[in-house]
């Protein structure tokens, strides 16, 4: 009888906690959305095609008036560096993680021996959790130096390739430990049966088993890559701080929507006006809102892999 009259009070308590968390994004969603729209107004449809970001005049008295909102005269906001620096470094930073990623978790799964599997399990977790200013300040000591000194013609090291190696690095125990559940979620006939008709290792890997469980790589990636989309730190300390100046290459400096929040957020206090403010948090709701799609795209993908797995 009690355990009977337990499962209501689960459900009810779960379902509350769901609806917590939809309610939370919710609420998050819409002060940005309030807290931004003056800017949104003020900087219109130019705020995704502009490369300039400036605050204005801070030491004079004229301002200009838009859409009913005053700023500081000369005032300019722009994100085009933002996103397109944001996307690069995170495309570029799948570009590496994904095989890599993929290649470790199938080792991990069929290669390395049962005794070793929990440590190979730690080692990936724990890499997971190190906190991400750790991963920038090795960015910072050793790889910016070895890509300027090794690499890049200009000798500068802070740029897109830097924050793209630091991103991939810290994607990769969350594409790792994902696709390794996934794996190991799949029936073990499947490979059992490909390695029987004479397939080798490898064969049974590739043409039988990721093929299987595509859907759930799938949703990994998008997982691991709506994470490289949200980093701040770790970039801010690698990528360069570029202001006003898109990419022309791999070793260029680039500056990511998180990062240049944290890096402008301190000039943006001395605005009187607050449209600098106001624009950081439309930047804000902009990455809010990508972010969020890339994760719920994952989450759907991921369902849909689950179901037809379980379908199977």
Sequence with gaps: MQRVGTQPLLRYATGAFALASFGLIFLMLLFLVVYAYPA????????????????GNQYGSATVTRAGFTAQAGASFGSLVFVSGTLLSSFLAM??????????????????????????????ELMAGVPSVV?????????????????????????????????????????????????????ASIYEASMALGSTSWQAVTRAVLPSVRSGIAGSVLLAF??????????????????NTLPHGIFSPINTIAAVIVSQLESALTDASGMAQ???????????????????????????GDRSGAVG
């Design 135 to 187: 991963y920038g300040l090795w960015g910072m000591i050793v790889l910016v130096p070895f890509i300027g000194n090794r690499l890049s013609p200009t000798g500068n090291g802070d740029g897109l390739l830097a924050a793209a190696m630091i991103l991939a690095l810290m994607v990769v125990p969350i594409m790792v430990a994902t696709t390794r559940d996934v794996v190991q979620a799949q029936q």
């Design 226 to 243: 709506g994470r490289a989309l949200g980093e701040t730190m770790a970039v801010l300390m690698v990528c360069g701080a570029a202001i």
């Design 278 to 304: 106001r624009s950081l948090g439309e930047l804000a709701l902009a990455l809010f809102v990508i972010t969020l799609i890339v994760n719920a795209v994952a989450r759907i993908v991921l369902h849909g």
């Design 95 to 124: 570009i590496v993680a994904v095989p890599l990623s993929l290649l470790v978790a199938l080792a991990i799964v069929y290669r390395v021996p049962a005794a070793l599997k929990p440590l190979a399990n730690a080692v990936v």
């Design 40 to 55: 949104i107004r003020f900087n219109g449809t130019a705020f995704f095609t502009s490369p300039i970001w400036n605050i």
